[in-house]
Nanobody
Framework: EVQLVESGGGSVQAGGSLRLSCTAS????????MGWYRQAPGNECELVST???????YYADSVKGRFTISQDNAKNTVYLQMNSLKPEDTAIYYC???????????????????WGQGTLVTVSS
């Protein structure tokens, strides 16, 4: 079974840090583009960051300089290190794979083959 499982969410104060993990099973994460999306209540799904099979990365302007995406091939896991967190980073964060990770799609859209269940990040001011 192809599956993505996120972990690492939680509650922090503004300025704090969290590291999200997304562990893949049923496929090899380094053979696939991987992405992190987030969705806050009342907001559209937002592409936060991607890492491609060739190692290239993308960051949304809203997180550039604060978030870092990385990959541990031995653990089949993709990480999102989030520093200098702001209240506006509060959202459910999802990882996704199985296609070209792009912006402008709803979370859980079938355009990508597999989505994780999400992990909640809450940043208080």
């Amino acid at each position: 079974e192809v599956q993505l499982v996120e972990s690492g969410g939680g509650s922090v104060q503004a300025g704090g840090s969290l590291r999200l993990s997304c562990t893949a099973s049923g496929f090899t994460s380094d053979d696939s583009d991987m992405g992190w999306y987030r969705q806050a209540p009342g907001n559209e799904c937002e592409l936060v960051s991607t890492i491609s099979s060739d190692g290239s990365t993308y960051y949304a302007d809203s997180v550039k300089g604060r978030f870092t995406i990385s990959q541990d091939n031995a653990k089949n896991t993709v990480y999102l290190q989030m520093n200098s967190l702001k209240p506006e980073d509060t959202a459910i964060y999802y990882c996704a794979a199985g296609g070209t990770v792009v912006a402008g799609i709803p979370c859980f859209d079938a355009y990508l083959e597999v989505w994780g269940q999400g992990t909640l990040v809450t940043v208080s001011s």
